[in-house]
């Protein structure tokens, strides 16, 4: 009897809901629609180079449920811009629904060809959604920035196939910068005229130069990078005011910070390089050396947000000043398998989130005579959020282990005496650690870093034990700090000469 009641009970309920006019859809009459932005601002994108997806909420604040008689953008099907209404793609819609009190998103995209548009570098490239028509008209205005670039990819060919360098024993997507592109003409000079754009691994041939000047800006899509052949080299000589950058090409502000967006740079076997005043960010390993012919220099070179490795340095012969890493996944300097190396000035921190990282990593493989060690560390920073900010494997062979740090900040902390005391971790011992500053805790010789969320890695006038602390004759060398400012007659520790810590 309980059941029949209910069964009855139910039946009633479904015969009244039916009876319902709930979907009576009145005209909108322009005045229930509210919108959560009047303008959507797309971040800048490159021409051509599909943008990132955007949304504005459509908002019924009537009691009735209307019905939009049309959606569309002003420019019609030649605009640039995309919609999609109640999952719907396309640039007009009519007749779409919305429930009393109830909201639609609409999400909005972008794709422009600048020179469709203007001969200008940047463009602001707006267009409308228009609701409604006539006296009930109502729109949200649609805006971003569009620049010209110059695009760099491998070649299509009439079979379907793609351009492919043999590196190694296998083929990967790239193709060779030529001197003489039908459509970019000298592929291997890049200047600050307009931003380069990489698809693909653009490599440097055996035997020529790629020359980037002053302030070029270099932009790499996911799985792409540069890469040198043998005898092959790359000379990039930034200024202070105008550094050269390498970086992904998502260009919103979100991706700003984020690792792994590209692959990196290859200096490989037998070839060369110099970077004078550059920044490398957001790649998988920055700078990869491997067993170049002559010693590349790095000079005033900030590597940062690095998915594995900011330097990953292997048989290689560097000589580097005020270089600057942090925020790597592995390691901000990782030198594998031995090689030749003089750093003086450096700092190299890491304050990757997440553990199983430290600022400086040092092995020479199988301890050979191949995989000999020669680093010599001066007036440097090693320091991370990291206990153990420096981690030395020497191999079975310690008479090809030869390093020094001299007049250098180093944290380690041994956490759990989880390292023995004597070679490599004797750091009483002069012969490897003369003059060091040796962090074994958290209140001892602390950099007091300026901002390292934002990789402002200068140290501050807090750091007491570290300014003035370098040896002067090793600051000879490096006159000038990274940021351009003179370290003598009084040199601080690091890449920075210190600042204030308060300053804006």
């Avoid at 270099?218 to 000589?237: M, N």
């Avoid at 890491?350 to 060690?373: H, K, P, S």
């Avoid at 900040?409 to 040796?438: C, H, M, Q, S, V």
Wanted: one cysteine or more; hydrophobic letters at 40%; glycine letters at 8%.
């Amino acid at each position: 009897m309980k059941f029949l009641y209910q069964l009855v009970f139910l039946f009633v309920i479904v015969s009244l809901a039916s009876c319902r006019d709930d979907f009576h859809f009145e005209p909108s009459s322009g005045s229930e629609l509210r919108f959560s932005k009047d303008t959507v601002y797309l971040d800048t994108v490159f021409s051509n180079i599909g943008s990132s997806t955007y949304n504005l909420k459509v908002y019924n604040k009537s009691n009735k449920d209307i019905k939009i008689p049309s959606i569309r953008l002003s420019k019609g099907e030649n605009s640039g811009f995309r919609l999609m209404v109640d999952g719907m793609a396309g640039k007009s819609f009519e007749n779409v629904e919305l429930l009393a009190h109830d909201s639609l998103f609409i999400f909005v995209e972008t794709t422009v060809d600048i020179k469709q548009q203007t001969q200008d570098k940047e463009f602001l490239y707006t267009d409308e959604i228009l609701f409604q028509s006539g006296a009930n008209q109502q729109k949200v205005n649609l805006v971003t920035l569009v620049r010209d670039a110059v695009f760099l990819y491998p070649q299509r060919f009439q079979d379907g196939s793609y351009e492919s360098l043999q590196f190694g024993d296998q083929k990967i997507y790239g193709f060779f910068l030529d001197e003489n592109d039908a459509v970019n003409g000298n592929e291997l000079e890049w200047t600050n005229d307009k931003p380069y754009v990489i698809y693909g691994y653009a490599a440097v041939a055996p035997g020529k130069t790629l020359q980037i000047t002053e302030g070029a800006e270099v932009h790499f899509h996911a799985g792409s990078g540069l890469v040198t052949f043998s005898d092959a080299a790359i000379k990039a000589e930034g200024t202070v005011g105008k550094p050269i950058i390498f970086q992904g090409d998502r260009l919103e502000p979100s991706y700003e910070n984020v690792p792994g967006q590209w692959e990196g740079i290859w200096i490989s076997v037998d070839s060369n390089a110099s970077f004078n005043n550059a920044i490398i960010k957001n790649a998988k390993d920055g700078l990869f050396i491997n067993k170049n012919k002559l010693p590349v220099t790095l000079n005033n070179l900030q590597v940062y947000n690095c998915e594995s490795n900011g330097l990953l340095l292997q048989v290689a012969n560097v000589v580097g000043k005020n270089i600057v890493t942090n925020n790597c996944g592995l390691a901000g300097l990782n030198i594998h398998l031995g090689g030749t190396y003089d750093f003086t000035h450096c700092t190299f921190a890491n304050y990757w989130a997440r553990q199983n990282q430290t600022a400086v990593v040092i092995n020479n493989g199988n301890a050979t005579n191949e995989f000999a060690l020669q680093a010599y560390f001066k007036n440097s920073i090693v320091y991370g959020n990291a206990n153990e900010s420096l981690l030395l494997n020497p191999g079975a062979k310690q008479t090809n282990f030869n390093f020094k740090f001299e007049n250098c900040l180093i944290k380690f902390f041994n956490t759990g005496n989880r390292f023995t005391t004597d070679f490599p971790y004797n750091f009483e011992n002069a012969a490897y650690y003369p003059g060091i500053l040796l962090a074994k805790n958290f209140s001892e010789h602390l950099p007091y870093f300026f901002n390292t969320q934002k990789n402002e890695m200068m140290i501050t006038d807090k750091a007491s034990t570290l300014i003035g602390a370098a040896n002067p004759v090793f600051a000879q060398s490096a006159p000038l700090d990274i940021a351009g400012k003179s370290r003598i007659p009084s040199a601080d520790i690091g890449a920075y000469q210190h600042i204030s810590s308060t300053q804006d």
